[in-house]
């Protein structure tokens, strides 16, 4: 018998859009956008620019109105809850608004009572948050200082002043050299863990590699879906085996009759799975190859983007 004093289950799929689409005039933005982001962890949009992804995040943080379809966040309908929906959302937008003249802790403070926190409190709030995303020495110093990766980090920062439990970030990556990538890698990998749902789009797939869970791949205003995911599984059994002497190698596969894609280094192997992996990487090794290299093929985002447009050819 199940116990009444039972929490209720945590709300895991914090996103959920279905057949979502909005135009502007004659211009169809988004036309069937179908997607779910769970929570706790980073979800990617990717497409490339102009494919709809900012309309759809505007109409998910209930900025914009779909002209069809339905979306629930944090278990709300963004048209009839809209203040609920605000609450439960932390978004980024592609470009940070100026308010170059505050300073950072001011842009916080002020962020924080448009979200009705009191003033010590927000204050209290935006120190923290300015901690976090390594801008206390720039807690007085207003934001026109800083470097396009600070400001990135101080708009991070901006977004998550309510404490929101799912954060749309537009274009984070955008422009920011790799070390200020890495960092914001890692604060969004600290976001999910603590339990957030995150989305982050980009049209530069080689921003988000290693920062993403899963991916929505998005094309001509319509998400890709199963099609996608499906790619994504196919491409991570792709593996790239580097051999001293290639020649070698390929003859051993061949004698074995391994299906393979020749390469000038060597050749490229399908695998079922991990296991299997390192059985075929013994089973050359065993049979006198020397190999140098064995791993999958580039990135599975990569490998699915690259497919994505070859389709679209
Ligand atoms: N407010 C708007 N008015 C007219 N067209 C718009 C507006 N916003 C976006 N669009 C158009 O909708 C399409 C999708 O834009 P957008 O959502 O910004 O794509 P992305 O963020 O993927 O680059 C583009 O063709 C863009 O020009
Ligand atoms: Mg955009």
Redesign the pocket.
Known sequence: MTSPALAPAPVREAIVATGVARR??S?H??TDATLTVPAGSVTALI?P????????MLMLSGLLRPDSGTITVAGCDPRTDAAAVRASIGWMPDQLGSWDNLTCLQTLTLMGEAYRIPRATARTRGMELLARVHLTEFAERPARVLSRGQKQRLSLARALVHDPAVLLLDEPANGLDPRSRIELRELVREFAAEGRAVLV?S?VLAELDEMVDDAIF?SQ?RTLGDDAAAMVADAKTRYRIGATNPAQLQALLTQYQVAFEPEAGGAIVRVESQDHAAQSLSWIVEHGVAIHQFGPVGSALEQTYMAMNEERR
Not at 49 to 56: A, E, F, I, W
């Open positions: 502007f005039g211009v933005a988004v497409g620019n102009g494919c709809g992804k900012t309309t759809l789009s049209h998005m205003g």
